[in-house]
Structures are given as structure tokens and as C-alpha cells.
């Protein structure tokens, strides 16, 4: 916004990393405060369009697992949507950032001295897989369940996560492979130049690895802060015109939303629906580029002369 590019002004050149980073930090505590809410709510509300009742009940259940908040669905019927987020996102914050969660984990303690006992009660309270060994040692078992307790806290975002860097690296990685394809087709003509295709194909491939690796870093952490997952487990973008240049549109990531948000060009269908083979013939038909066959190469050389 506004107020964030002035502060950048004013500072030093010396001071924007460091302070890029800080605010890059808070931005994404805060998505761990508020997305999990968010993305539950947004459940909720597309379930209460089917069966009002049963995604009310949903929601009490949720919010009692979650944050021992005793809602009755007639309470959450009546309430209003940007009421139940603020209460929702005030509890994520009180366990998140104050000690509701160090206290249940206490009282779990305190409660379940046997570590078979407190093994059940971590995996039925924070719905995490933990085993009596893990629990056996006194002096560790209270950060270990404070541990399980916050991914319980960030297990929706967690989700996303892992959900955005699987479709990146999937796309990208069909990507370089074509990338690499095309090298192979065309590194034999530096030979004429008295290189060695060979090495060249080692270094040209080494660099477009990096190159690979990069996209996917700037791909994967300039959607964590912008997509989100919806009930059939696809992401959506949330760009509203903004043009990015990693071209989203082509990817799983940036599919249109029900309410049409953030979608910028084509379909991940109509950007690989060819195989790198079919892309190939295709450019060897148009008579370019190095997709064209070392015999079509020879008949030219042969009209020519």
C-alpha cells in the first residue's frame, strides 16, 4: 500500500532487505492466524447452502476440537459471518500467540501421567500421530505435544502448502523437461562452433536446473500468501488484474474461483495438452527451429546445392 512503498523510501538501501524480510514474517504469522479460520468458515458457508444444520454442527464441532469454544448450532445460526471470524480468529491468536495451548498441554500432562495414556489423549486432541515412545522421556514431552499442538493450530495451511509446492514442482518440472528436450535437438549444431555438445549439454542443463529450482522458490512463496485451497482441492488465485511474470495462468495454481477471482489466461489443459513429442512435430511441420528431423535438415541442403 501506500504507507508500505513510503517507508521504503525512506529507508536506506542498506535496510531494505532486512526490513523487506520483516514484514514478509509478519505477513505470513498473520496468515497462520487467519487462513485456517478462513478457510473453515468458507467450508461451512458452501456446506450451509446444501444443509444448514449439518454445517452449523460442523462448525461447533470444529470450533470445540479446535479452541474448547462451546457453540450450540442454534447460536451459530444466529450469528452474523464477520462475528463468528473475529471470535475465531481471536481464539487462533490466543492459542497461537498466548498460552491456551501451553495450558491444555499442561493439564494433559498433569492429567495422563502414563505415556500410553497421553500418546491417546495428544491424538485425540490435536489430531496428530504421536506414540507412547515418543512420550516416554519426561524432560521432552511437553515441547513434543507444544510441537503437535501447533500443527494442529496450522494444519489447514499446512495443507495448502503442501498442495501448492506439489502442483509447482509437477508443472515446472514438465516444463524443464521439455526445456531439455528442445537442448538436446539443438546442442549438436554447436559442434560447428568446435565446442563439445556433450559438455555444453552438461552446462546448459546445470544452468537451467538453477534456473528451475529458482522459479519454483518464487513461484511457491508468491502464492502462500495469495492462494487458498477450496472444497474440491484446488487453489485459487486471488490476483484481481495484476499481470505476474511467472505466468500463474498456465499453472494448476491459477484456476478461476467460483466467483471468478484472479484467473488470467488459459487452462492448465490447454497448456499441456501436447506431449513435448506432439510440440515437436508441430514446430517440424512449421519448418523451424531445431524440431525440425535431420532428414528434413538434409533435403534442404540438398535443394540448396
Known amino acids: ?4 512503498m513510503a517507508d521504503l523510501r525512506r529507508k536506506d538501501p542498506t535496510e531494505l532487505v532486512p526490513y523487506i524480510l520483516d514484514k514478509a514474517r509478519e505477513s505470513y504469522h498473520r ?3 487467519e487462513y485456517p479460520v478462513e478457510f473453515i468458515l468458507e467450508m461451512a458457508f ?54 491456551a495451548l501451553a495450558k491444555a498441554v499442561d493439564a494433559g500432562i498433569e492429567k495422563h501421567r502414563e505415556p500410553e495414556k497421553l500418546a491417546e489423549w495428544a491424538k485425540e486432541r490435536f489430531g496428530q500421530e504421536v506414540t507412547a515412545k515418543d512420550l516416554s522421556d519426561p524432560t521432552t514431552r511437553r515441547e513434543l505435544l507444544l510441537t503437535k499442538g501447533k ?5 489447514e ?16 518440472w514438465k516444463d524443464h523437461l521439455y526445456v531439455m528436450d528442445q537442448l538436446k535437438g539443438s546442442v549438436g549444431l554447436r559442434g560447428f562452433a568446435e565446442k563439445d555438445p556433450r559438455i555444453e549439454y552438461k552446462h546448459e542443463g546445470a544452468n537451467m536446473f538453477k534456473q528451475m529450482q ?15 485451497l477450496t472444497n474440491n482441492a484446488q487453489t485459487r488465485n486471488v490476483y484481481t488484474a495484476q499481470q505476474t511474470r511467472h505466468d500463474e495462468a498456465q499453472s494448476a495454481i491459477a484456476q478461476q474461483g467460483p466467483e471468478g477471482e484472479g484467473s488470467e489466461g488459459g487452462s492448465d489443459e490447454d497448456a499441456i495438452a501436447q506431449s513435448r513429442h506432439t510440440r515437436r512435430a508441430a514446430a ?13 535438415q538434409f533435403k534442404q541442403r540438398r535443394k540448396r546445392r
Open 1 to 4: 500500500d501506500a504507507e508500505y
Open 46 to 99: 458452501q456446506a450451509a447452502q446444501q444443509d444448514g444444520s449439518w454445517a452449523a454442527n460442523q462448525l461447533s464441532n470444529w470450533a470445540f476440537n479446535r479452541f474448547d469454544i462451546t457453540w450450540e448450532p442454534e447460536t451459530i445460526a444466529q450469528m452474523t459471518a464477520t462475528d463468528m471470524r473475529e471470535k475465531l480468529v481471536e481464539a487462533q491468536r490466543k492459542w497461537i500467540e498466548g498460552d
Open 151 to 155: 500443527a494442529m493450530l496450522r494444519a
Open 157 to 172: 495451511l499446512t495443507q495448502l502448502e503442501r498442495f501448492v509446492l506439489l502442483q509447482i514442482l509437477d508443472q515446472t
Open 214 to 228: 529458482k522459479a519454483v522458490r518464487d513461484r511457491v512463496t508468491d502464492l502462500i500468501f495469495r492462494a487458498r
Open 31 to 33: 496468515r497462520e492466524i
Open 284 to 296: 517440424a511441420r512449421k519448418g523451424d527451429g531445431p524440431a525440425r528431423s535431420r532428414s528434413q
